[in-house]
């Protein structure tokens, strides 16, 4: 592999820190900038193996030799990749790694100095450089303290980019946002913004690689109390694409443009300004995936009232409901609390929304039921300082969805479990609930 490519990922990594490979898109633009337009061939298998995870899997490996021909093979048989480019660029992968990991271990001391002296983002930054490095023990000490900073960050002022049509206190059964942290509206629940970790602890059970904690801020927002109904959705456009027909069942088999002009529609006749604008004459040059039937261009005008699908971090903060915990129902979750794993408990299909207990925020099916399409591409996390209002990646090949179905084990309802699918793709484990600011 090219020398000077190595050195330039090298510098990469060193600079914006490993956490930079969980953000393909932001790769691609640094490596564009420093090889000034050459050593295409090696930018283009490097931004492959990123796509198949090779760097989550080398530095979590014990076995460095063994992922890696298993890497190698990866390359070979999902991607195309000749065995002499596959092995090339997964040896490099690991010499990268292996330098940073140098580095790491280097800024330990001094982070070590800061973080001791309750320094919030150095408690972050060495548990995300712990766990990077395997040492979960001490990751999961210097996260959890920088948790308890986050959690006191909520109590400070928070940046509003939002604040135009954050819910006023004049609406009628809105609270001050002082005196409530949700409340509902019709079938909105008012949800009074904050900060909160979001993602899992590594102590959490079945926790996936792409749900790193970090502290996130919002502003205040409206969310469903329901999942939209087969009802509402055929009143409004005219079908019912729906596996399982039937009064009060959750709409589904909707793809996340389907949920997309729902939401325009809903908000024209409701004389609120749409959220979006559809250009289905262009393709989005955001949009990575080669299966997506539509492509369509989706922008957004975050100012607008109307609805909109929630983002990732809306809705976990709203499913989480102030807990911490892989439920909001605690550390467990039973068939009487939410609709989930069908082929053991014999549903089998969805449930009418609001048949089970709601969470602490009096919002219903948050866990089970359906997946829920959100606003962003789906990607990694961005580490560091405290997110404000995040908005996903700004590309990528898949929409994100939450909850968990009935269909899927009950791992998958965690407050913290991520999955992404084609945007156009329907499923009768796909439906979505509405957000708005007012």
Not at 112 to 141: C, M, P, V
Not at 261 to 283: D, F, H
Not at 305 to 327: H, Q, S
Not at 366 to 380: A, K, L, P, Q, S
């Amino acid at each position: 592999m090219n020398t000077a490519f190595q050195n330039i990922l090298i510098q990469i990594v060193k600079g914006h820190g490993i956490g930079i490979l969980d953000n393909a898109p932001r790769c691609k633009t640094l490596l564009e900038t420093y090889t000034k337009g050459a050593c295409k061939r090696e930018s283009r298998l490097f931004l492959i193996s990123l796509e198949a995870g090779c760097h989550q899997e080398i530095l979590s490996a014990e076995d460095q030799n063994h992922v890696k021909n298993q890497l190698i093979q990866k390359l070979q048989d999902e991607y195309g990749i000749k065995s002499a480019f596959a092995e090339e660029i997964v040896s490099l992968m690991g010499d990268v790694i292996e330098k940073w990991k140098q580095t790491g271990k280097e800024k330990i001391p001094q982070l070590e100095k800061s973080a001791q002296k309750g320094d919030y983002r150095s408690q972050y930054e060495l548990g995300l450089l712990y766990e990077r490095l395997n040492d979960y023990t001490a990751a999961i000490h210097w996260l959890k303290e920088a948790a308890k900073q986050g959690l006191l960050l909520s109590e400070q002022p928070v940046a509003r980019p939002f604040a135009a049509h954050a819910p006023s206190t004049q609406s009628s059964g809105a609270p001050h946002p002082a005196k409530a942290t949700a409340a509902t509206v019709g079938t909105l629940v008012f949800i009074k913004g904050g900060t909160f970790i979001m993602g899992s602890p590594l102590s959490e059970l079945e926790r996936h690689d792409n749900e790193n904690q970090h502290p996130v801020k919002l502003t205040n927002f409206y969310i469903g109390k329901y999942l939209v109904t087969q009802d509402e959705y055929e009143a409004l456009m005219g079908t019912n694409p729906s596996n399982f027909k039937g009064e009060g069942l959750p709409v589904e088999c909707v793809s996340w443009y389907d949920a997309i002009e729902y939401c325009n529609k809903r908000s024209s006749q409701e004389g609120l300004t749409p959220v979006y604008m559809i250009n289905k004459a262009r393709n989005d040059i955001n949009n990575n995936n080669e299966f997506d039937n539509n492509k369509w261009t989706i922008s957004a005008n975050w100012n607008a009232n109307g609805y909109r699908l929630p983002t990732e971090a809306e809705w976990e903060y709203a499913c989480r409901a102030g807990t911490a915990t892989p439920f909001y129902t605690g550390s467990s979750i039973i068939p009487t609390q939410a609709n989930y794993d069908g082929k053991d408990h014999a549903r089998q299909s969805t449930s009418k929304v609001g048949s089970f207990p709601p969470n602490p925020w009096s919002l219903y099916d948050m866990h089970g039921n359906v997946f829920e399409w959100c606003w962003d591409w789906y990607g990694g996390y961005s580490g560091g300082i405290t997110q404000i209002d995040p908005l996903g990646a700004p590309s990528g090949t898949h929409r994100v969805l939450r909850g968990g179905s009935w269909n899927k084990s009950a791992q998958s309802l965690r407050s913290a479990y991520r999955v992404g699918s084609t945007p156009s793709l329907r499923s009768s484990e796909f439906g979505f609930r509405l957000a708005r600011f007012q």
